[in-house]
């Protein structure tokens, strides 16, 4: 069976860190684009960061960028997002999806069906 499994969320206080770990089962990452998106009550889905496996190419969503950072590590089937700086607005459900390389090599940080597969999400609740 073909999973993605998201791990690592928590509670943490403002201007803390985590680190969330997607891990894929039944499937190798290689050549596949993984991207993390979060949602919040009464928020939009929000593409939060995506890296391609074929250069490493990552990007950011605006809200994150600086505090942030995302890398993988094939050899263990895993793509890890760390967090820091962490903020009230943070507060999310985060869940990592994945789709084959583009062949633009630019991943996208919209989930409009283009990523096929998907876990089911990590609380993270950043309050004091």
Request: glycine share 12%; with cysteine.
């Amino acid at each position: 069976q073909l999973q993605l499994v998201e791990s690592g969320g928590g509670l943490v206080q403002p201007g803390g860190s985590l680190r969330l770990s997607c891990a894929a089962s039944g499937f190798s990452l290689h050549a596949y684009t993984i991207a993390w998106f979060r949602e919040a009550p009464g928020k939009e889905r929000e593409g939060v960061s995506c890296i391609t496996d074929y250069d490493r190419r990552s990007r950011f969503g605006d809200s994150v960028k600086g505090r942030f950072t995302i890398s993988r590590d094939n050899g263990l089937n895993t793509v890890i997002l760390e967090m820091h700086t962490l903020k009230v607005e943070d507060t999310a459900v985060y869940y990592c999806a994945a789709v084959g390389d583009p062949p633009s090599g630019i991943c996208m940080l919209v989930d409009d069906g283009r990523y096929h597969y998907r876990g089911q999400g990590t609380q993270v609740t950043v309050s004091s």
